[in-house]
């Protein structure tokens, strides 16, 4: 009985703590039909899509085929297309075997669609849930296939889709020496824009190759503001199951540049942390092949000690709309007697070689949030120009 009437005090203040959400069905924009037909008439047509691009409960290239339009190309993103490759999995080109159409991957040889990618497209659909993170792959695929068809003359059209991490922006600005596929552009970890408007902004603010300019449209979301809460119907990526792991996505995956496990392996990947050496924590679990979406998780079949955080939003929904830190902070001085806590891949995380030594430095979290201010207001002010939806300005 007491645990039950803890999860509806915590629902209770879910919802009383933030009233300005808004809680209503949004209409993504490969609903809005009306919209974007008019514009596949005729075409041949490519799309770049996932298992999470589902429209009327269907994946949105078995939709377009349905409809009668010309799909004559698909384009895969990290983890595949119709299929559940781990993170970082290369994956291949091949034909899809539900409707025998080629898949060319942008997660494989290569990652920008090559001209003869592209050849025999009059027009690329870009339909991709995003997470809003920006080491999250999505942004990078989408930067450069707007790039690819910039310079072969070839329209985009994002059907867009909400961001679940859309009402705030938070976390240190990239620095131009440590971009890479994790990371392309000066935007915060988390830049409270969906994938619509960030293209609009890769766009206007000419950080394409040459500065080449995409022929874009956006199909808007219906029924949305950046207050919305969003759930998910399709988890975006297999190891973020559920919506408590995509708000925990942005603190937990700095710990992807650590030695701390952040739960591949398990069925609650990024809900938890651990390491088989964290002595001074009780919750355990032990990392399997494959379970969670995992082919090689780490410390497969040791058990990790380490925090339980499955409960951490819905009994703290005020700790909402910011990145945490104190975990990898406490991580950090357990573990500091070991100099190879960090690796390489911490500083393409955060960005900067900047994070890594204030927490070397036993700067607070309060510290290290104020270093941030100045670029993110500077962000910010890039990032109104782009802004089509209402809502945490």
């Not at 997660?107 to 080491?135: E, N, S, T």
């Amino acid at each position: 009985m007491r645990t039950k009437v803890k999860v509806a005090v915590s629902l209770v203040l879910f919802f009383l703590l933030m009233p300005a959400f808004i809680r209503a069905q949004v209409k993504t924009g490969a609903e809005d039909v009306d919209a974007y037909f008019s514009l596949l008439m005729g075409k041949n047509i490519g799309v770049v899509a996932n298992n999470a691009s589902v429209v009327r409960n269907v994946n949105v290239v078995d939709f377009l085929l349905k409809e009668g339009f010309a799909v004559k190309r698909i384009f895969s993103p990290e983890h595949g297309f119709r299929s559940s490759a781990d993170a970082g999995q290369a994956v291949h080109d091949t034909l899809d075997p539900a409707t025998g159409i080629q898949i060319r991957s942008l997660y494989g040889a290569k990652k920008k669609p090559a001209p003869a990618d592209l050849a025999g497209l009059d027009m690329v659909v870009f339909d991709i849930q995003d997470v809003g993170v920006r080491f999250y792959t999505y942004i990078s695929t989408l930067a450069y296939v707007m790039e690819a068809c910039a310079e072969s003359k070839i329209p985009v059209i994002i059907l867009d889709r909400p961001n679940p991490n859309g009402f705030y922006v938070d976390g240190p600005v990239l620095e131009k020496e440590y971009t890479s596929f994790v990371g392309l552009h000066p935007v915060p970890v988390v830049y409270g824009m969906t994938i619509g408007e960030y293209a609009c902004m890769v766009n206007g603010e000419g950080w394409l190759k040459n500065k080449v300019r995409c022929n874009l449209r956006v199909i808007r979301l219906g029924n949305y503001t950046h207050d919305s809460l969003c759930s998910l119907p399709v988890k975006p990526s297999p190891n973020l199951p559920g919506i408590n792991a995509v708000y925990l996505y942005p603190s937990l995956c700095f710990f992807e540049g650590t030695i701390i496990s952040v739960g591949r392996g398990t069925v609650f990947p990024f809900e938890a942390i651990g390491h088989p050496g964290w002595n001074s924590q009780t919750f355990s679990f032990t990392p399997h092949r494959n379970s969670g979406g995992s082919l090689h998780p780490p410390y497969e079949g040791q058990e990790c000690r380490g925090m339980d955080l499955r409960r951490y939003f819905p009994d703290h929904p005020e700790m909402r709309g910011k990145i945490i830190l104190t975990w990898l902070i406490e991580a950090f001085n357990d573990f500091k007697a070991d100099s190879a806590f960090f690796t390489p891949y911490f500083n393409k995380l955060a960005g900067n070689s900047t994070l890594q030594q204030q927490i070397k430095q036993g700067k607070s979290e309060k510290q290290i949030r104020e270093s941030w201010r100045i670029g993110l207001d500077k962000f910010r002010k890039i990032r109104a120009k782009y802004l089509l939806y209402e809502g945490s300005r």
